[in-house]
């Protein structure tokens, strides 16, 4: 993988690039939770980003995606949003610019390999590689928490998309084998090891992702901030959901609308959720993990209403088929469904899910058995 990046890298600029890789990532459990300060267990994957670049003596980025053979330039001091990936690293630059910082130009070549739209979280793993890499060939001396936030900035203000935090987080924090217990509020995490026995984590790819997805994340914000606002007015400390547990919040049931309630209805319990996922993993109890998870793609579909035919087939066809847990991961309305997988019945299931999503969709699924890699970082041993 390495090499046609490099090689494409020299070929065009004619000296050696800097290599860094940035991973995508999973989420074991703690959906939509993030941007209510609550808690989510990501992890990164072994599914990357890889980034060739030198900074350069004028103010022009010039940067070329390999696997689009495509090319973008602009001015480091004229960002602006715009409709191709380049937005991402527009905005990254701009998140440096914002906090007084002040990047010259640079030349750049990328290549990946996390599916775009599947909820592994691509677009957290491109700027999370350039945001490594300017503070590296600047020179800033930034943190891994600040450059995820720099990654976030360039999501909410060039992408249009509210993210929470847990994308850019796992991208940077990542650690081989294990997965990150992360307390959105604190902005601090534990790591678990993953020891996964006798299991597989294994990826189905929907192969759809609904147009939907980006206003309705958006709104799905707006409900859970509506319900907080409510509540907040008799209870001031009160400041987010994770604030609120079930009893307030049914006392203010008919206190605010429907949706605002249903949405918040799922994520108070989440956050509860993740937090008996976190001490399940402990001591290795991975049938009432699963079990989890299966309630937490239950609440997905029914309350917080961000899956679709195609992930609730796919959750479907694991239940009945006695695999240990299943749930759609990300932001939803396609994607990926997670599942924690006995090895045993693993070849079995993937010839069923194949058979029985391709009946229903005419849509051919794609598998990942993906394994938890450390996060971003530079690759010097070529
Ligand atoms: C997307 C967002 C994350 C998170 C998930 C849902 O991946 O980027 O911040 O909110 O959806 O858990």
Not at 268 to 282: C, G, M, N, P, Y
Not at 285 to 291: E, Q
Not at 316 to 343: D, E, K, P, S, W
């Given at each position: 993988?390495?090499?046609?990046?490099?090689?494409?890298?020299?070929?065009?600029?004619?000296?050696?690039?800097?290599?860094?890789?940035?991973?995508?990532?999973?989420n074991l459990i703690g959906e939509?939770t993030d941007?209510?300060?609550g808690f989510v267990m990501p992890?990164?994957?072994?599914?990357?980003?890889?980034?060739?670049?030198?900074?350069?003596?004028?103010?022009?980025?010039?940067?070329?995606?390999?696997?689009?053979?495509?090319?973008?330039?602009?001015?480091?001091?004229?960002?602006?949003?715009?409709?191709?990936?380049?937005?991402?690293?527009?905005?990254?630059?701009?998140?440096?610019?914002?906090?007084?910082?002040?990047?010259?130009?640079?030349?750049?070549?990328?290549?990946?390999?996390?599916?775009?739209?599947?909820?592994?979280?691509?677009?957290?793993?491109?700027?999370?590689?350039?945001?490594?890499?300017?503070?590296?060939?600047?020179?800033?001396?930034?943190?891994?928490?600040?450059?995820?936030?720099?990654?976030?900035?360039?999501?909410?203000?060039?992408?249009?998309?509210?993210?929470g935090l847990m994308?850019?987080y796992a991208?940077?924090?990542?650690?081989?084998?294990?997965?990150i217990l992360l307390?959105c509020?604190?902005?601090?995490?534990?790591?678990?090891?993953?020891?996964?026995?006798?299991?597989?984590?294994?990826?189905?790819?929907?192969?759809?992702?609904?147009?939907?997805?980006?206003?309705?994340?958006?709104?799905?914000?707006?409900?859970?901030?509506?319900?907080?606002?409510?509540?907040?007015?008799?209870?001031?400390?009160?400041?987010?959901?994770?604030?609120?547990?079930?009893?307030?919040?049914?006392?203010?049931?008919?206190?605010?609308?429907?949706?605002?309630?249903?949405?918040?209805?799922?994520?108070?319990?989440?956050?509860?959720?993740t937090?008996?996922?976190?001490?399940?993993?402990?001591?290795?109890?991975?049938?009432?993990?699963?079990?989890?998870?299966?309630?937490?793609?239950?609440?997905?579909?029914?309350?917080?209403?961000?899956?679709?035919?195609?992930?609730?087939?796919?959750?479907?066809?694991?239940?009945?088929?006695?695999?240990?847990?299943?749930?759609?991961?990300?932001?939803?309305?396609?994607?990926?469904?997670?599942?924690?997988?006995?090895?045993?019945?693993?070849?079995?299931?993937?010839?069923?899910?194949?058979?029985?999503?391709?009946?229903?969709?005419?849509?051919?699924?794609?598998?990942?058995?993906?394994?938890?890699?450390?996060?971003?970082?530079?690759?010097?041993?070529?």
């Amino acid at each position: 993988m390495i090499d046609p990046l490099v090689n494409t890298f020299e070929k065009k600029f004619l000296h050696k690039p800097r290599i860094f890789r940035a991973p995508g990532r999973i989420n074991l459990i703690g959906e939509h939770t993030d941007y209510n300060d609550g808690f989510v267990m990501p992890a990164a994957i072994d599914k990357s980003v890889k980034l060739a670049i030198t900074k350069r003596p004028d103010n022009q980025a010039i940067i070329y995606a390999l696997d689009l053979n495509e090319e973008k330039s602009f001015s480091i001091n004229n960002t602006t949003p715009t409709k191709d990936w380049s937005t991402y690293i527009q905005g990254v630059v701009h998140g440096f610019q914002q906090r007084g910082l002040k990047p010259q130009g640079f030349e750049a070549v990328f290549t990946s390999d996390i599916p775009v739209g599947a909820g592994l979280s691509s677009s957290a793993a491109l700027c999370s590689a350039f945001a490594f890499a300017l503070n590296e060939i600047f020179q800033f001396g930034l943190d891994r928490l600040s450059l995820a936030k720099i990654a976030q900035y360039a999501e909410h203000h060039f992408a249009g998309v509210k993210c929470g935090l847990m994308d850019q987080y796992a991208s940077l924090f990542g650690k081989e084998n294990s997965v990150i217990l992360l307390d959105c509020r604190q902005e601090q995490h534990e790591y678990f090891p993953l020891q996964l026995v006798s299991h597989s984590l294994l990826l189905i790819d929907s192969k759809v992702k609904h147009s939907l997805a980006l206003s309705a994340y958006n709104k799905r914000r707006e409900a859970c901030e509506l319900a907080v606002s409510i509540i907040k007015k008799d209870n001031s400390t009160v400041n987010s959901l994770r604030d609120i547990p079930l009893n307030l919040l049914e006392r203010y049931k008919d206190k605010m609308p429907a949706e605002a309630y249903k949405r918040s209805h799922f994520i108070v319990q989440e956050i509860s959720r993740t937090q008996a996922a976190a001490d399940l993993l402990k001591t290795n109890a991975l049938t009432a993990f699963g079990k989890l998870m299966y309630e937490t793609h239950e609440g997905l579909s029914k309350e917080y209403e961000v899956s679709c035919a195609e992930s609730d087939l796919l959750v479907q066809i694991a239940r009945q088929h006695a695999i240990t847990g299943a749930r759609m991961m990300g932001g939803g309305f396609g994607g990926c469904t997670i599942n924690l997988v006995q090895n045993e019945y693993l070849e079995k299931f993937k010839d069923e899910v194949l058979r029985l999503y391709k009946d229903a969709f005419v849509i051919e699924p794609a598998f990942y058995e993906v394994s938890i890699k450390n996060g971003v970082h530079e690759i010097t041993n070529l």
